[in-house]
């Protein structure tokens, strides 16, 4: 039993943070100064991309991405719709039709074939996620999108760290959008970074984000309008902290998912974490446990109040985007993403962050064993 909550994300923080907000807050700029453009700059070389154009958010960050490639009314995107909504709203804010391909059932990732089969004449772009921090079949996307000559738009705000082939993830796309907010495990509030290669869509990213200092004291006229979505220097500094501990941060929270598998590896009907063969390395944005096929959407669910009534925080995981209010003018139906709402029904997000201490990944384990065997025992593993 606990006497306190336990939160699905609690960012990790030390001195090193609290003392670079302060020496922020003491600068005679708290926006449009030094300390967002020195994040950009080494954020840009952690990754080993050529630009870093740090945005409000990530949603903002992909709206820009689509506008530096004039997707608009009347063009299509494919995406994932096992992912975060804000992926599919930026399409939708740039005016364009997100068109949604199925998931590997292991991966959570687009399947390139099935993507390939959505391709249609008005297709302008691929957004392809890492999900929930494991890397896309990179490789096979890039071969879909090299022959069909469409850029390929890397969503890694569910994922910072990860490898594919021994190379981190937000280097695979032509453009790569990271996000800042919890429950990333960079966190500085708010705040995202979109990094690419090319000087053409770099120079469009930070025209379409804000104008430039010395632009702010006149009357400017210009062909790109900014949505002034530019991050201050309170979340840069937060944000260069955290970057220059991301490998700190990223080994702690190795070791409470090295926790967590050891007190649920024997909670039989899940399926367990899994990693694809060409996935070198997996750093999960949440734990997500995928409970077994005889478990219902309602079961599930059942199982996520249980854990709440025990003070446990945590979260259907996730609903599939083809079937909220929004897209239903799309022509979605229960049933066309068979594999995405299959996953979707089952998964339940579990805190995970470094302050989980072992007693409490047991109890929540234990906790969440007992509703399970309320709702659904003796499930099918797969």
Aim: one cysteine or more.
């Amino acid at each position: 039993m606990i006497t306190s909550p336990v939160f699905l994300s609690d960012p990790d923080m030390t001195a090193a943070e609290l003392e670079a907000v302060n020496l922020a807050m003491q600068a005679a700029t708290l926006s449009g100064g030094p300390i967002v453009e020195e994040f950009e700059s080494e954020f840009a070389a952690w990754l080993g991309r050529k630009y870093a154009v740090s945005m409000a958010s990530g949603t903002l960050g992909l709206l820009e991405v689509l506008r530096a490639y004039k997707i608009g009314p009347g063009d299509e995107v494919i995406a994932s719709a096992y992912s975060w909504r804000e992926t599919a709203h930026a399409i939708v804010l740039a005016g364009a039709k997100p068109v949604f391909a199925d998931v590997d059932y292991w991966s959570g990732a687009m399947v390139p074939t099935l993507v390939e089969q959505r391709i249609s004449d008005k297709t302008r772009a691929i957004i392809a996620g890492n999900t929930n921090g494991h890397p896309a079949p990179w490789g096979p996307l890039r071969e879909v999108a090299r022959r069909h000559r469409l850029p390929l738009i890397e969503d890694s705000t569910e994922a910072i760290g990860s490898t594919y082939k021994n190379t981190l993830v937000g280097t695979f796309g032509d453009c790569a959008v990271f996000d800042f907010s919890q429950p990333s495990p960079l966190t500085c509030g708010q705040g995202a970074m979109v990094v690419t290669d090319n000087d053409e869509i770099a120079a469009a990213l930070r025209q379409f984000r804000s104008r430039r200092p010395q632009e702010r004291s006149s009357v400017v006229g210009g062909t790109r309008v900014p949505h002034q979505a530019p991050m201050s220097d309170l979340t840069a500094a937060l944000g260069l902290a955290q970057l220059r501990r991301i490998d700190e941060i990223l080994a702690r929270r190795k070791r409470i998912e090295a926790l967590y598998f050891k007190h649920i590896k024997s909670f039989e009907g899940i399926k367990d974490p899994y990693r694809a063969p060409d996935v070198t390395d997996v750093h999960w944005m949440l734990y997500v446990v995928h409970m077994g096929a005889r478990f219902s959407r309602s079961s599930r669910d059942a199982i996520v109040e249980d854990l709440k009534t025990e003070m446990v925080e945590a979260a259907a995981y996730c609903h599939p985007l083809h079937e909220q209010p929004h897209y239903a003018g799309l022509g979605y139906r229960r049933g066309s993403l068979r594999v995405t709402e299959k996953i979707a029904d089952r998964g339940v997000a579990l805190p995970f962050h470094t302050h989980l201490a072992e007693d409490r990944i047991a109890f929540i384990v234990s906790t969440m064993k007992d509703a399970s065997i309320n709702v659904g025992a003796g499930s099918a593993i797969y």
